[in-house]
T-cell receptor, first 114, second 110 residues
Framework: EAQVTQNPRYLITVTGKKLTVTCSQNMNHEYMSWYRQDPGLGLRQIYYSMNVEVTDKGDVPEGYKVSRKEKRNFPLILESPSPNQTSLYFC?????????????FGQGTRLTVV | GQNIDQPTEMTATEGAIVQINCTYQTSGFNGLFWYQQHAGEAPTFLSYNVLDGLEEKGRFSSFLSRSKGYSYLLLKELQMKDSASYLCACMRGGSYIPTFGRGTSLIVHP
């Protein structure tokens, strides 16, 4: 089944403790991205990647890192999480097939930083 | 930069028609998407427009006017399960990654 898989689905952590949220897609998509979603602010892009070893900042990259060593995986790293990073996070992937590149989303990771 | 505007909330009656508007300003333009998102779930794709005009898909239609920077999503024969957030998203020129508006929360009541 074609899908984007995020782990974990739920995570409660403490300020300053490094964490990684994994994202994997099995559709051989070139493009992958991370979003955070907060009430009243909608989906905001954190980082995106257009191919292996190619990553770029989105609109809200501060406090996050990403890597794209393999096509299928795009982990999101919080080196020193803070309470303002409490949010719902979504990973998405899309193919490079011209312009109609529908994004496929993972099921989300609800992160709470205390 | 990019700026996408849509109403925060709308209400409608079951069986009725509702139109959700989206205006955008973007440097370059590579198409506009509409996504549906139920509370706590992932967004799911509804439609894509890159040329002016109306695209119809069952009960849902999407319209685009590039010269006006304007789109709308039209939902007909509303059902209770259509209660969700509707997200307008643009791809700026040279990019294949969408940028989203804040979403419109649609409440359908009996």
């Amino acid at each position: 089944e074609a899908q984007v898989t995020q782990n974990p689905r739920y995570l409660i952590t403490v300020t300053g403790k490094k964490l990684t949220v994994t994202c994997s897609q099995n559709m051989n998509h070139e493009y992958m991205s991370w979003y955070r979603q907060d009430p009243g602010l909608g989906l905001r892009q954190i980082y995106y990647s257009m191919n292996v070893e190619v990553t770029d900042k989105g609109d809200v990259p501060e406090g996050y890192k990403v890597s794209r060593k393999e096509k299928r995986n795009f982990p999101l790293i919080l080196e020193s999480p803070s309470p303002n990073q409490t949010s719902l996070y979504f990973c998405a992937s899309s193919p490079f097939e011209g312009q109609n590149t529908e994004a496929f989303f993972g099921q989300g990771t609800r992160l709470t930083v205390v | 930069g990019q700026n996408i505007d849509q109403p925060t909330e709308m209400t409608a009656t079951e069986g009725a028609i509702v139109q959700i508007n989206c205006t955008y300003q973007t440097s370059g333009f590579n198409g506009l998407f509409w996504y549906q998102q139920h509370a706590g779930e992932a967004p799911t794709f509804l439609s894509y427009n890159v040329l002016d005009g109306l695209e119809e898909k069952g009960r849902f239609s999407s319209f685009l006017s590039r010269s006006k920077g304007y789109s709308y999503l039209l939902l007909k024969e509303l059902q209770m399960k259509d209660s969700a957030s509707y997200l307008c998203a643009c791809m700026r020129g040279g990019s294949y990654i969408p940028t989203f508006g804040r979403g419109t929360s649609l409440i359908v009541h009996p």
